[in-house]
C-alpha cells in the first residue's frame, strides 16, 4: 500500500507519526515545516510538489479552501479526505481517483486516541480502516450526513470538554485547590470516565454515582438550573449547520 499525504501540518504530522512504518511519501510546501518533517523522519521522502498520483492511496489533510489551488496528475487508487465540509462530490471535482473516502479525525490524533469518522466507497473502506486506526478508534457511517452529525462529537466537543474540565477546575480553585493539582485531577477523572463509558449506558453511570440526597445530586440540579443538556444539543445543532454552510 503506497500512501501519498498531502500536507503535514498539526492534524496530517499527527497522522504521520502512526503512519510513519508505512511505505509513504509526503508533500508539505511550506519549507519551515519541511525542514522540521526531515529531522523527524530521515527515512521517509519528503516532498514540495505534488507527484503523479497514479497506484497511490491519497490522504488530504490540507485546509479546505486549499482544495481549489490543488493540481494533480495521474488517477489515484483512493484519496481519503480529513477536510471539513468537503462533500465526496466536490473531492471528485478536484482529484481524480477510483474511490473515495471522507474522515473526519478530532485533535487527540496526536495521542493515538482520536475518534475518527468515516464514510464513502466500500471498496476503500479496509484500507481507509487500517490507515485511519494507527490514530485512534474508527467508526465506519453509511451517509455523508452522519459523518457531518458526528463532526459535532468527534470534530467540536473536545473543544467543549476543554471548557468543562475549566469550569470545573476554576470551581475547585475557588474553593481552595491548587490550580496544577485540579487540572491534573479533572484530566485522569475524565480518562477515566471515558473508559468506563465504552461498556456502560451514561444514564446507568450517572445513577450508580447519585446517591439520594447526595453531594451529586446537589451538583448536578445545579447544572439543570443552567440548562446544561439543552446547551450541548443546541451546541450539537449548530456544529451541524455550520457543516452545511463550509
Known amino acids: 500500500m503506497k500512501i501519498l499525504l498531502i500536507g503535514a501540518g498539526n492534524m496530517g504530522g499527527a497522522m504521520l507519526s502512526g503512519l510513519k512504518e508505512y ?27 505534488i507527484p503523479n498520483i497514479d497506484d497511490f492511496i491519497v490522504i488530504l489533510a490540507i485546509k479546505p479552501q486549499a482544495l ?38 478530532n485533535i487527540a490524533a496526536i495521542k493515538q486516541k482520536a475518534v475518527v469518522s468515516i464514510c464513502g466507497d466500500i471498496g476503500l473502506k479496509n484500507e481507509a480502516l487500517t490507515i485511519l486506526g494507527t490514530i485512534g478508534k474508527c467508526f465506519w457511517l453509511e451517509s455523508e450526513k452522519e459523518l457531518d452529525i458526528a463532526t459535532g462529537i468527534g470534530g467540536s466537543a473536545p473543544a467543549w470538554m476543554a471548557i ?7 470551581g475547585a480553585v475557588k474553593l481552595g ?5 485540579s487540572y491534573q485531577y479533572v484530566a485522569y477523572m475524565i480518562e477515566g470516565v471515558g473508559e468506563l463509558l465504552k ?13 439520594p440526597g447526595g453531594t451529586t445530586a446537589a451538583g448536578s440540579a445545579k447544572l439543570e438550573e443552567g440548562k446544561i443538556r439543552d446547551s450541548f444539543i443546541k451546541a450539537m445543532e449548530a456544529c451541524y449547520k455550520k457543516t452545511q454552510n463550509l
Do not use: C, F, W
Request: proline share 3%.
Open 177 to 181: 485547590l491548587k490550580r496544577d493539582i
Open 199 to 211: 461498556n456502560d449506558h451514561p444514564a446507568l453511570l450517572k445513577d450508580k454515582v447519585t446517591s
Open 23 to 49: 511505505d509513504i511519501t509526503v508533500v508539505e510546501k511550506n519549507k519551515t515545516r519541511t525542514s522540521e518533517l526531515k529531522k523527524l523522519y530521515p527515512n521517509i521522502k519528503i516532498l514540495e510538489k
Open 164 to 170: 468543562v474540565a475549566e469550569a470545573l477546575s476554576d
Open 68 to 105: 481549489n489551488l490543488l493540481k494533480t496528475t495521474g488517477k489515484a487508487k483512493g484519496v481519503i479526505s480529513i477536510l471539513a465540509g468537503v462533500s465526496i462530490q466536490r473531492l471528485k471535482e478536484a482529484i481524480l481517483a477510483k474511490q473515495y473516502i471522507r474522515a473526519m479525525p
